[in-house]
């Protein structure tokens, strides 16, 4: 049964070296080629044309995306994967639609990178990553908060301290009318129909405790 190659690219030497012995230690794996750099990762790319590539997200040249999206100009059935320090969520998001098959964390063991590598070499465009789902529920609970202007942001706060629309006006140096319409937008985007109802909503959605670490 013919082997998976492998292709690594990582900047600094010991991690290259430390995943290849990993990976020889896999009777299914070979490493064909290594780079430190998205340049010279173009160059082994188009000599040994691996199976999977295996990529540090920070490069000195680059990212590891630019390798994922070099590896996916040419290539729908090369597995790529993204290892990398950073593992916040817009960088799993920007690996998962760059076109990458995994993405894994450095604090991850060496078995997690040969697993992530499997994955990509039999399933190279479904999407690896422990993390994703809760990244996932991280984006959905912020795109259906409410975005309140910074105005809007300090008249709910005034209003949970209780000031009427006169008070608020006053407090901010506005008209009672521009109060009025800051208060309309204010329900309108919280869904609510009267202060107590914002207060609440609010509250629930954390926009008090937010405020009141910002004001």
Not at 39 to 46: I, K, P, R, W
Request: charged share 20%; proline share 2%.
């Amino acid at each position: 049964m013919p082997t998976t190659t492998v292709m690594l690219v990582d900047d600094h030497e010991l991690i290259r070296q430390g995943l290849a012995r990993a990976f020889e230690r896999d009777d299914d794996m070979t490493v064909t080629g290594q780079a430190g750099s998205v340049s010279d990762a173009l160059t082994v790319l188009a000599e040994v044309q691996p199976d999977v590539v295996v990529t540090d997200l920070q490069l000195p040249d680059g990212t590891g995306l630019d390798v994922v999206r070099a590896v996916r100009a040419v290539s729908e059935t090369t597995g790529v994967v993204v290892l990398t320090m950073h593992a916040g969520d817009e960088h799993i998001f920007a690996a998962m639609e760059a076109g990458a098959s995994a993405f894994v964390g450095k604090d991850s063991g060496a078995g997690d990178v040969l697993s992530a590598a499997k994955h990509a070499a039999v399933a190279p465009r479904t999407f690896l990553c422990a993390s994703l789902g809760a990244a996932m529920v991280r984006r959905a609970t912020a795109s259906s908060t409410p975005r309140l202007s910074v105005r809007e942001m300090e008249v709910l706060v005034l209003l949970a301290d209780g000031l009427g629309t006169g008070e608020i006006a006053a407090r901010l140096y506005m008209s009672d009318s521009t109060a009025k319409t800051h208060i309309t937008h204010i329900y309108q985007k919280l869904g609510a129909a009267n202060r107590a109802q914002a207060l609440v909503t609010a509250m629930r959605m954390g926009l008090l405790d937010q405020m009141s670490s910002e004001f």
